[in-house]
């Protein structure tokens, strides 16, 4: 108990180590407990409080433990850390859908606008899509279809971002070895409520940006006028 109570109490309070074992700082730790009680409607339990809750959480994610090895480090019987974890899941996830959503845009973004060079192009513009494989667990019977081009168990994400670097439009689920078109297209059907510009026309711009030099850009109107609207 002793070697537990030590652990919750200095963590958050100090910087470095907060951040090492969390991924964020002390202020965005705290921050974030407020926020999942506010969504989640989360009180302390008798023996765990949320803090804790969040830090078995965290550092579970952060550094792909194991339960067991969590509840060496707290001091909790499996039980409580696996019920804490889908707990403090379900409201992060609550969470994400408040946070993660399009903005609306009613002009050009400021750092569009105020560059020549790239309004001409981009002045619809309202954000950049990309994909990235993120890790994943999968039961042994399908894992083949999670092994991509990377050699861990990988699910295909696409993501959307505008241009104050806030996500707007997550995407996953795929398993690791499916196209990136695939995910895509598939990312556009209606009931995904995939971001889009204000205005009829819609089109998706490929651009290769070199530094000090002329941008070059590719337009592609891949058809998704319909599926978009």
């Known amino acids: 108990m002793e070697c537990e109570q030590s652990f919750i109490d200095k963590t958050p309070c100090h910087e470095t180590r907060c951040y090492e074992n969390f991924r964020m700082k002390k202020d965005v ?115 083949t279809a999670f092994h991509g081009r990377k050699v861990l168990v990988t699910q295909n994400v696409l993501t959307v971002c505008d241009f104050d670097m806030l996500f707007t439009f997550v995407y996953s689920g795929w398993e690791g070895t499916t196209n990136d078109s695939k995910v895509f297209l598939d990312a556009l059907s209606p009931e995904n409520n995939f971001p889009k510009p204000n205005g009829e026309g819609t089109n998706i711009i490929c651009a290769i940006f070199v530094k000090d030099v002329d941008v070059h850009v590719e337009k592609k109107n891949y058809s998704i006028k319909d599926t978009l609207h």
């Open 29 to 143: 730790f705290m921050k974030f407990c407020e926020s999942l009680k506010e969504v989640g409607n989360l009180c302390d339990g008798k023996k765990v409080s949320i803090e804790e809750a969040v830090a078995m959480f965290l550092i579970r994610i952060c550094h792909n433990l194991r339960h067991w090895v969590v509840t060496e480090r707290f001091q909790h019987s499996l039980h409580t850390v696996n019920k804490w974890f889908w707990i403090i899941l379900k409201a992060v996830c609550k969470l994400g859908t408040g946070i993660i959503h399009q903005i609306n845009q009613t002009s050009t973004h400021p750092h569009i606008r105020g560059n020549p060079k790239y309004y001409l192009y981009f002045k619809d513009c309202i954000g950049a899509i990309d994909g990235t494989h993120v890790s994943s667990w999968a039961r042994a019977s399908k894992q």
